[in-house]
């Protein structure tokens, strides 16, 4: 791992120099499927809440606004189990860690399936969400160590790539489960998929040991490195641009683009299918640069902000931006991920789980500005707006860890 500072304006720093110890798996292929189950799982049941909520509101015995909280009550656990769970992980054996994990998430979806009421829902949502980060974190450290050097950036794309299928597959197929058989069939189903990841990752992960040398003292040491809080802030920033645009979505494409409820879906889809193909991209890219990487990812996404509010009166054109805003967010996702594990330090496990706290932080922060703007009266194109503006102050975040780099007041490389 590179310490002295880049004399080009931006870093060149291909995945490779990731500096995480090598491990071999008999199947690697089938190893990386297994720590991507454990995104879909994820990505399942975080996801499946939004499409279910006037039934699991009715449920419980609130209005649709206070099961709202539902949502956030899953964001909080991942904001704080994230570096919590990492922490206190950081020296255990990673696949014994991702067993235990899972194992935790199956309990909160169970416990979220078994609630009779709201305030019981309420907190076994904050359970499922706390191995959330944790699991991405370790999950990504582990498939960086079974890649070839020039590849691990596709290996940690690979693992994300269950998250973005989820948004495909699982969300869909557990959003009409919970409508058929009521809203807990969907948190079973849940349950049943992390059940499945722990005995896939048992049994196909090969044995990766812990940090014998972390400690407390040294975890948290991350937290004193300016450019793993520059880029926690750019995601937490520029990501959020795309949740303002997300999460009113269905409201923009009805009363706005004239499209039918139906056409909803086919949007929802689209964006899906872009953080597939994203995350993909995203891997292929991090292996040539993960922080020009970042720049396209964020600049990008800035111009497909307008994009879409210059395409969403025009019905259908508005599609095809949907689905390069979430690739674009995909690539941004990814390579933070990665960068993440690289300006940590020897605090490469706090590092890797804090990404998703961030960007749980860019859910809550970009659909609660989009809100705002709505509400002022500026219209449902509004929030498109907001993301063009978290965008672009994303990229201005990562520009500054750049400059502060190049100037050697950062000694690690970013």
Not at 64 to 85: K, R
């Amino acid at each position: 791992m590179t310490t002295t500072a880049e004399t080009s304006a931006l870093p060149a720093d291909p995945s490779g120099d990731l500096d995480v110890p090598s491990v071999t798996a008999r199947h690697f292929g089938l190893a990386v499927l297994a720590l991507a189950m454990g995104g879909f799982a994820i990505g399942t049941t975080e996801f499946v809440t939004m499409g279910l909520l006037p039934q699991i509101a009715a449920g419980v015995g609130v209005s649709i606004p206070t099961g709202g909280h539902v949502i956030s009550a899953y964001a909080v656990g991942v904001v704080v189990g994230a570096p919590v769970l990492a922490f206190l992980g950081a020296r255990l054996p990673r696949r014994a860690l991702l067993v235990a994990l899972m194992a935790a998430f199956a309990v909160g979806n169970g416990l979220s399936a078994l609630a009779t009421s709201y305030e019981q829902l309420m907190l076994a949502r904050f359970a499922a969400g706390l191995p959330h980060g944790a699991y991405f974190g370790v999950a990504s450290l582990v498939a960086a160590s079974m890649a070839r050097p020039s590849r691990k950036g596709r290996a940690v794309s690979l693992v994300m790539l269950g998250l973005s299928v989820a948004n495909v597959i699982g969300v869909p197929a557990a959003t009409v489960l919970g409508q058929e058989l009521g809203w807990r069939a969907a948190f079973w189903a849940s349950a049943a998929l992390a059940v499945v990841t722990l005995a896939l990752v048992a049994w196909l992960v090969p044995s990766v040991p812990g940090d014998a040398g972390a400690s407390g003292r040294r975890e948290l040491s991350a937290f004193k490195v300016p450019q793993v809080w520059l880029t926690l802030l750019a995601g937490a920033v520029g990501f959020g641009g795309m949740f303002a645009v997300y999460s009113y979505i269905a409201p923009v494409v009805t009363d706005v683009a004239g499209l039918g409820e139906r056409s909803v879906a086919v949007f929802l889809l689209s964006f899906g299918l872009g953080m597939v193909a994203g995350t993909w991209l995203a891997g292929v890219m991090a292996d040539w640069s993960i922080f020009r990487s970042l720049i396209i990812g964020g600049v990008g996404m800035a111009f497909t902000m307008l994009a879409f509010w210059l395409a969403a009166p025009h019905g259908w054109a508005a599609l095809p931006v949907v689905f390069l805003i979430t690739t674009l967010g995909s690539v941004l996702v990814v390579n933070l991920q990665l960068r993440l594990m690289d300006v940590a330090g020897d605090a490469q496990t706090l590092g890797a789980a804090m990404n998703h706290a961030s960007l749980n932080i860019a859910n809550a922060l970009g659909a609660w500005l989009g809100g705002l703007v709505i509400a002022a009266g500026w219209g449902l194109r509004a929030p498109a707006l907001v993301g063009l503006g978290l965008s672009v102050a994303g990229v201005a975040i990562l520009l500054l860890s750049a400059a502060l780099h190049v100037r050697g007041r950062d000694a690690v490389p970013a």
